[in-house]
């Protein structure tokens, strides 16, 4: 999926929400645990409910690896029914990989060949040789971690070098060398407020991916105060407080109205660029 | 294991070696393809005729993650079979996560409670509750990535902060706030050289997961006289140079006769403190 692709999606559903899928089996429903695919069953009706109101999925790989075979099993079933029922949803591999040159290109061959996702989470310490070879597929996307969420964000994203520059802020710099806004996206935490300014400054047209907002405590008005564009530019995630609001036999349903209410958010958001 | 523990297998196999199972299906010999599952198959073989020579094993998850559901399996079975078969090996599954707290919490999860796998290599930039849960299972260890083996090592973890301290050096040092030498340790490319000097005057007295040695190009005599403490300090790896040695039938022969020329060459180097 391209960025113009992104965008029209994002105008017609009236949403730039994504739904994270960090499925735990235990904390899911009970009664889904005499399912076949406890994993998968979770996932399925979450996805059915909350389609009309997102642009994108994005599961994290530890809640899928986390149960070993079993895990991959249902992330890939998962994958697939997305792609299956779904195909203008944008797919994330929430996987923060990064390593060196040829066991990065083992990770890309993973997410973008075998199972046709169409971005996923980098981690930028390692440098360029463990992000570009990610950025070999046409119409994948790398999203680069720049600024995120938690509170560890502030032990060494924020170092600032000898010129003034922080450590995020060189990532964003330095990592727009390699490859420009078509497909390369960035993870900044709707906990960083104000700093989406200063992200602007260095990525005025990329595409942030938002996680934060929700169980983390970031707020979507501040998040699209100071980050979005003109084509909009984020995709915010938002986990928990949609899969698990609800955790008795009608979590589908209730997964599927808070995914309502915050595309109704958006939708008031959006009318500043729409 | 324990840092004593390690310690004595080095004494007693006069090795500080790991084996880098970076096990590729379009690399191992043909034959093997006609087996029920070729990666184990290969992994079996490997061990059995390195493990005399070395004191740890390590599966790059990104090889086993490209094969999908097959990867793992084949991933859990050969950390099962060390485990059985050579129970004072120390497996490291090399795997640079590392996401906000409760994420990384599932990592963990993962790797010690799962697998009991005894270490993990975890990625530092999202700062301490991406690294602490990792911390929490006694017996386990972290090996944090400081300073890397990749040309891309340069790109950000050589940056200088405004107090003339360096990236890596900032991760050296932060992370021993969370944790001491008995549960952490960290990499450091043998590519890196001199640097091994810097890096112990931060961290005199950690064990240095080293890759880089063969077909990345770096020294074994120069990490040692630069890295290497009482203790020794070191488990050097090497994954292509010894794996892939022989791409024909004998490749498990001539694989244990490469990992015995660098046993001997860490037998020489251990003069200096046994």
């Given at each position: 999926m391209n960025k113009q692709q992104l965008f029209e999606n994002i105008k017609r559903k009236k949403s730039f929400l994504c739904v994270g899928l960090d499925t735990d089996i235990k904390k899911i429903p009970e009664h889904l645990l005499k399912e076949e695919d406890p994993i998968f069953a979770f996932n399925k009706a979450i996805i059915d409910a909350t389609a009309p109101y997102c642009i994108a999925y994005k599961p994290n790989l530890a809640f899928y690896e986390s149960m070993g075979v079993k895990g991959w099993i249902a992330f890939e079933k998962t994958v697939q029914y997305i792609k299956t029922n779904y195909p203008n949803q944008f797919i994330i591999a929430d996987a923060k990989r990064g390593d060196i040159g040829n066991t990065s290109a083992m990770y890309a061959r993973t997410f973008f060949?075998?199972?046709?996702?169409?971005?996923?989470?980098?981690?930028?310490?390692?440098?360029?040789?463990?992000?570009?070879?990610?950025?070999?597929?046409?119409?994948?996307?790398?999203?680069?971690?720049?600024?995120?969420?938690?509170?560890?964000?502030?032990?060494?994203?924020?170092?600032?070098?000898?010129?003034?520059?922080?450590?995020?802020?060189k990532v964003l710099r330095k990592s727009q060398e390699w490859a420009d806004d078509e497909c390369m996206m960035y993870v900044v935490g709707a906990t960083q407020g104000r700093m989406f300014e200063d992200i602007r400054k260095i990525a005025p047209d990329h595409f942030l991916l938002v996680p934060g907002i929700g169980a983390q405590g970031g707020s979507l008005e501040e998040v699209c105060q100071y980050g979005m564009t003109r084509e909009c530019g984020l995709i915010v995630n938002s986990s928990r407080a949609i899969i698990y609001a609800d955790k008795g036999e009608t979590f589908a349903k209730t997964a599927g109205e808070e995914a309502l209410k915050v595309q109704r958010q958006m939708e008031e958001q959006l009318k500043a660029i729409l």
């Open positions: 060949e075998e199972l046709d996702i169409d971005a996923v989470t980098v981690a930028p310490y390692m440098g360029e040789d463990s992000v570009t070879p990610f950025l070999t597929y046409k119409g994948k996307w790398v999203i680069l971690l720049a600024l995120t969420s938690n509170k560890g964000s502030h032990d060494f994203q924020l170092t600032t070098d000898e010129s003034g520059e922080r450590l995020f802020e």
